[in-house]
């Protein structure tokens, strides 16, 4: 995502910002507006940097808990904001490690959130698509302490018909790392794992209910009737059947079509948040390649809405020179994945999705300069 300046001084911030540190006012995220409105001086109405007012009110997880920093209209009927309200079971805060952990996942989860708003894309807690008709999205957020200790969890981060469930153990760095090792994988975070399980709601919410949809998607992931346990049970065996090729976005992808389906989802949404940051903050690349020619890049288009070519042309280059950058500080690789031309083809399926399901226009684009 782009950077955000304090609308108060014009500082500009991360995404978690809740106190501006220049000018200390106390900022809160308007989702309406995707920008930051802020409190000063005594004031106890929201103002944007034009001097705006808006009739809100901190989310009410801000207010119990200080995990969220967005706001919520002080009309509506839920006092939970946009990121909040999806919540279906939250854990047990009197466990010692719980508060910190549950809010390194909201964390997380507000940044996921962020880009489906931005993507457009239906967004509805299970009240909300209740009246609709429609599956809805929510999240038990669980921590099982005697399971953790004994290291058998047997909370199993997933999804089920809308439903995200995500084991805490997850935002416990040193034991994501070792599942990470354990996996075989080169990226495991919370963030990651949000984009994933989305994924698969997305595909219940847009490609499930109809059937031209469903073959154009088998034809593109494969056939997702093929049994799931038993895929799932095979991955894991000491004898899996499938090999990773450059046509999947990880080895998790091979297991079956719905986890292809949620793994290529994720990384749409990684590629079009990374090059908003890129775009955001008007960074370029201009290196030279194998002859004399120069390798140009610019994200001077706007990646929520942009075709697939220019997001993978734009990515593959800015990642290589980002990898480096993390590299250069003993850091894993930013984007430890190659674009193979089959896997832009599965990202272009999900972008096509994307802009078949949006509902919405997108949340308003609010120029930042910086101070
Ligand atoms: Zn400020
Ligand atoms: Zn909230
Ligand atoms: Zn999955």
């Avoid at 794992?193 to 494969?222: I, N, T």
Wanted: hydrophobic share 40%; with cysteine.
């Amino acid at each position: 995502m782009r950077p955000f300046a304090c609308p108060n001084c014009r500082r500009l911030n991360h995404f978690e910002v809740r106190v501006c540190p220049s000018c200390k006012a106390t900022l809160g995220y308007d989702p309406n507006t995707d920008a930051f409105r802020f409190l000063a001086d005594g004031a106890t109405v929201w103002r944007d940097g034009g001097g705006d007012v808006a009739d809100m009110v901190v989310c009410y997880n801000n207010n119990a808990y200080r995990i969220c920093n967005w706001l919520v209209g002080s009309h509506e009927a839920t006092k939970l904001c946009r990121a909040c309200r999806h919540n279906r079971t939250i854990p047990d805060l009197t466990e010692p490690t719980v508060p910190q952990r549950w809010a390194r996942i909201e964390s997380a989860k507000r940044r996921m959130i962020h880009t489906l708003l931005k993507l457009g894309l239906p967004l509805e807690n299970r009240t909300e698509a209740a009246g609709l008709g429609v599956q809805g999205l929510a999240f038990d957020f669980l921590y099982d302490a005697a399971a953790e200790k004994a290291g058998t969890p047997r909370i199993v981060t997933g999804h089920d018909s809308g439903l995200i469930t995500l084991n805490l153990i997850e935002a416990d760095d040193a034991q994501r790392e070792r599942i990470r090792n354990a996996m075989g994988e080169p990226y495991r975070t919370l963030l990651g794992h949000f984009r994933h399980e989305v994924g698969h709601h997305y595909w219940s919410r847009l490609v499930e209910p109809d059937p031209e949809e469903r073959e154009a998607c088998r034809a593109v992931f494969g056939d997702e009737r093929i049994d799931y346990q038993q895929s799932l049970h095979t991955h894991y065996s000491d004898a899996p059947t499938r090999v990773w090729t450059d046509a999947y976005v990880s080895y998790y992808a091979t297991a079956h079509p719905w986890e292809d389906f949620a793994e290529t989802f994720a990384h749409y949404l990684h590629i079009v948040d990374v090059l908003a940051t890129v775009g955001g903050f008007d960074l370029s690349l201009d290196a030279p390649t194998n002859g004399a020619a120069h390798l140009e890049v610019d994200v001077n288009f706007d990646p929520y809405t942009a075709e697939t070519r220019a997001l993978a042309d734009a990515m593959a280059p800015l990642s290589f020179a980002m990898n480096a950058v993390n590299r250069a500080m003993g850091q894993p690789d930013l984007y430890p994945f190659h674009l193979s031309d089959a896997i832009v083809a599965k990202l272009d399926y999900v972008r096509k999705l994307v802009d078949k399901g949006r509902v919405r226009t997108q949340i308003h684009q609010v120029h930042v300069e910086a101070a």
